[in-house]
Structures are given as C-alpha cells and as structure tokens.
C-alpha cells in the first residue's frame, strides 16, 4: 500500500487559487509573502484577486501553480510520500516538497523557466495540439512523417497525446490525425512548442542556474518526466531536470512504473484535479484523492 503524491502542471490555474491557504495557515502564508519578496512582484494580488488573463501569462501561471502546490504540502495535515512525480512544471514542485530542493531555489528556478520559455515562443512562434482517440505509435508516426518540426510532447493517458512544434507543423499534423483515424486534432491556446526542441534557447538558459543550485537526496523517489524511472541521486535528477524541457513529458509510462513499484493511492497536490482524472484513465484501481 505505497502511496504516490502527484504535482499538476500549468493549466490547472484559477482565480482565487490558494486565498484559503493563505488565510488559514500561518506557514503558506509566509510562504506566499516570501514569493511576492523572491519574485519581485505582487504574485499572491494576481492568485487571489487577479483575472483570468493575468494568471494566464507564462511568467505568472507558473509560479503561482507552484506556489500553490508547495504550500498545500507543507500544510498537509499528513503528508508522507511513498514517491513522488510531476507533471512538466510539477516536477519542481515535487522536488521541493520532497526535500531536494528548497523553496526559495526551487521558486528562483520556476521563475527563471517561464521566462526563457516565453522568451524562446517569442523568438520561435510555435504551439501544441491534442490529439484524442489515436495510439501513441500512430502519433509518434504521423510525427516523424512531416518535413517540419513536430514531436509527441506529452503522453498525458492512453489515447490522449499532446503534440509540439512550429505552427506549420502543428497544421499539416492536424489534418494527417484525422486521416489516421484520430476522434480529434485539437489546437491547444498555448504560447509555444513546450517539451520539443523549439525549447533548446530555454533549456541552454535554465542548465546554467539548474547546474548552480544545490540539490539534495530527497525524501523519497522521484519519478521524473524525462525517462518515468525513480531517482534518487541529485546528479542525475539535475541531469534530467535539465532535458525536460526539450523532451516529452512521459505521464502514462511514470505512473504505470508508480503502479508497478507499488503505487495503490495517487494524492494529487495543487489546484485543480487533472492528475487523479489521467491516473484513473491509466490505472482503473488506483485510488486518487486530493491532498486533505
């Protein structure tokens, strides 16, 4: 009976996200006052009060999803994990709960990554799309068939792929998914290919501050998003830290190796429900809650 807690991504944000913490809890709320401190501006007036567009820009969603998600771990009334895994972004949010890196390193870090990755869609427009009701093998094909930048970014659950690529790309795609029998070629409202190698400027730019950051062995294992394997060696966490944003975030795979390594109970930290939502796509025994 091992029990998994899982960190969401960017796109699980809302307004009013983490106000509850905040007002209840002495320990978010410092938390929350030191990120406004780290960040140099006012992110919790954003969270709570902000609007949908405010918290939609790359250099604000993420950190507040980290935030969020950090300090609802450092409030759990009980919170001892069996292993760890996020999705992209909530991987440094795992990371920092499960004591390998420190809140204020791991908030410096995400910040810095929503910036070059704004910085690298600017200077490479590009996007995403998901595709629905088509194997992983048939998208992966479909993909390496253009003559443009496209690849498999993220492997959310079984018949649920997200692509990345240049916009170009993304179309000429869409059309041949369709004809490949897919149910749906959605266009995603994102601002670049995440997780492909239109990503390269942003992770040149984020190995240097990951290489001088301390890491530290951690609580427990982390299943990173690079390969789905458990790590629990700071050298190689930091090694795949570093390839994450050129390369697809393998969701299915991480939580089957949880299951299969014992995983029976998934706790999802941060806003929204999303993680519990693919987790039950990808193993129907699992059970999945949110943190209490």
Sequence with gaps: MKKAYVFPGQGSQFVGMGKDL????????KLF?????????????????GTDEELKQTKVTQPAIFLHSVAQAAVAAEFQ????????????SAL??????SFEDGLRLVSKRALAMQAACEANPSTMAAILGLEDEKVEEVCASIDEVVVAANYNCPGQLVISGSNKGIEIACEKMKEAGAKRALPLPVGGA??????????????????ETTFSQGICPIYQNVDAQPH??????????IKQLTA??????SVQQMV?????????????????????????????????
């Excluded at 905040?22 to 709320?29: L, R, V």
């Excluded at 994990?81 to 440094?92: I, R, T, Y």
């Design 33 to 49: 006052d030191k990120a406004n401190e780290i960040l140099g501006f006012n992110i919790t007036e954003i969270m709570f009060n």
């Design 260 to 292: 299969a390594d014992g995983a029976t109970h998934f706790v999802e930290c941060g806003p929204g429900k999303v993680l519990q939502g693919l987790v039950k796509k990808i193993e129907r025994t699992a059970e999945v809650s949110s943190i209490a």
């Design 232 to 241: 629990t060696d700071p050298k190689e966490i930091k090694e795949n830290l």
């Design 248 to 253: 697809p975030v393998r969701w299915t795979q």
């Design 96 to 101: 920092v709960a499960s004591k390998v890196l």
């Design 22 to 29: 905040y007002e209840q809890h002495d320990e978010a709320k």
């Design 194 to 211: 995440f997780h492909s190698p239109l990503m390269k400027p942003a992770e040149e730019e984020l190995a240097q501050a990951i290489e």
């Design 81 to 92: 994990p069996d292993m760890v895994a996020g999705h992209s972004l909530g991987e440094f």
